[in-house]
T-cell receptor
Framework: DTAVSQTPKYLVTQMGNDKSIKCEQN?????MYWYKQDSKKFLKIMFS???????INETVPNRFSPKSPDKAHLNLHINSLELGDSAVYFC?????????????FGPGTRLLVL | EDQVTQSPEALRLQEGESSSLNCSYT??????LFWYRQDPGKGPEFLFT???AGEEKEKERLKATLTKKESFLHITAPKPEDSATYLC??????????????FGKGTLLTVNP
């Protein structure tokens, strides 16, 4: 009964290709996120959607385009992949809890660009 | 800009040897401080949320505390299964629906039997 799931788990591709990562949550949350974890294991926010509206768009190349078809799904499309895009991408979600919102993470998608 | 610094970067303990991990933070206004555990090849797993200075939370062998400048994760009589990377993150009052987490670089804990 996975709460936040991502597909694929592994993605190996050539430079210049376009790829997509999908995320789904069954927690009934209204906010979803994409984080990037680099080779040094540092997690950094990329995007956030709240009720299908883009809320956070950190300094990310415009080759990265998130898309939220509904509150339970948030996809990440990457155009013209570069070597530096190799990383682990995590999806997360959070619900309405008054003050701070606890985020629950998916298992990650390991992207390797050759 | 929010900043989170965790120390030490790595910690090796013998089973049963208690210790603490540190998370120092700088935020304009703290909405919440979060502790996560991350096992190799997996996503961060939520442990605790702390909201205000003086607050403490416990779960099994773990206890998290919070002051106005730092948080500690105390590990009492650790077992090998406690080995993981422990991540600290803060959420501030940026306004609106911005609930992003700013993470530290983590502490890699290894507990030897």
């Amino acid at each position: 009964d996975t709460a936040v799931s991502q597909t694929p788990k592994y993605l190996v591709t050539q430079m210049g290709n376009d790829k997509s990562i999908k995320c789904e949550q069954n927690l009934g949350h209204d906010t979803m996120y994409w984080y990037k974890q680099d080779s040094k294991k540092f997690l950094k926010i990329m995007f956030s959607y709240n009720n299908k509206e883009l809320i956070i768009n950190e300094t990310v190349p415009n080759r990265f385009s998130p898309k939220s078809p509904d509150k339970a799904h948030l996809n990440l499309h990457i155009n013209s992949l570069e070597l530096g895009d190799s990383a682990v991408y995590f999806c997360a979600s959070s619900g309405a809890s008054g003050g701070a919102k606890t985020q629950y993470f998916g298992p990650g998608t390991r992207l390797l660009v050759l | 800009e929010d900043q989170v610094t965790q120390s030490p970067e790595a910690l090796r303990l013998q089973e049963g040897e208690s210790s603490s991990l540190n998370c120092s933070y700088t935020v304009s206004g703290l909405r919440g401080l979060f502790w996560y555990r991350q096992d190799p090849g997996k996503g961060p797993e939520f442990l605790f949320t702390l909201y205000s200075a003086g607050e403490e939370k416990e779960k099994e062998r773990l206890k998290a505390t919070l002051t106005k400048k730092e948080s500690f994760l105390h590990i009492t009589a650790p077992k090998p299964e406690d080995s993981a990377t422990y991540l600290c993150a803060v959420q501030d009052y940026s306004g609106g629906s911005n609930y992003k987490l700013t993470f530290g670089k983590g502490t890699l804990l290894t507990v030897n039997p």
